[in-house]
């Protein structure tokens, strides 16, 4: 049985949390791909497998939210791991609405991002 992709594509507009998230899901062996913003992902190449999407809410240009959505409206099953300073329960609600695997405030510890992910990619989840 072939494994699920372990590439995990980070959509976050600020660079240096983007490399942050990066650089931890690299450390727990997943291969990553950036994206600063919502279009760059729409747009990216194709031929990549992502098996997850680790995505701000709040993006400039369309939102985490807006994308999760057109993803959702295309057919795309691609699991999704919500990320956001801001400490909104009414957007919290739309992200589970959403179907999102989790949804973790800024800073987050590193155990419940990598948690997040193999659930995303039907792993087994850290000690």
């Known amino acids: 049985m072939e494994r699920a992709p372990r590439t995990v594509a ?5 660079p240096s949390m ?3 998230v990066e650089r ?22 194709t031929k990549s497998r992502i098996g ?3 995505l701000d ?5 369309m939102s985490g939210i807006e994308l999760r959505h057109r993803l959702k ?3 795309s099953k ?4 919500f990320i ?23 800073p987050f510890p590193a155990v419940l991002l990598i948690d997040a992910v193999n659930k995303a990619l039907g792993a087994a989840p850290t000690d």
Do not use: M, W
Not at 28 to 43: N, P, W
Not at 57 to 61: A, E, K, N, V
Not at 78 to 81: A, D, E, R, T
């Open 24 to 45: 931890l899901l690299n450390a727990h062996g997943f291969v990553t791909e950036g994206y600063a913003s919502a279009e760059a992902f729409l747009h990216r190449d």
């Open 18 to 20: 983007r490399r942050s």
């Open 57 to 61: 809410i709040h993006l400039r240009g």
């Open 52 to 54: 997850c999407l680790v």
């Open 73 to 75: 409206s295309a057919g």
């Open 84 to 106: 956001t300073a801001v400490d909104d329960k009414a957007l919290e609600l739309q992200g589970a609405q959403a179907d999102c695997v989790a949804y973790l405030h800024k």
């Open 78 to 81: 691609l699991p999704v791991v």
């Open 10 to 14: 980070v959509v976050e507009d600020d």
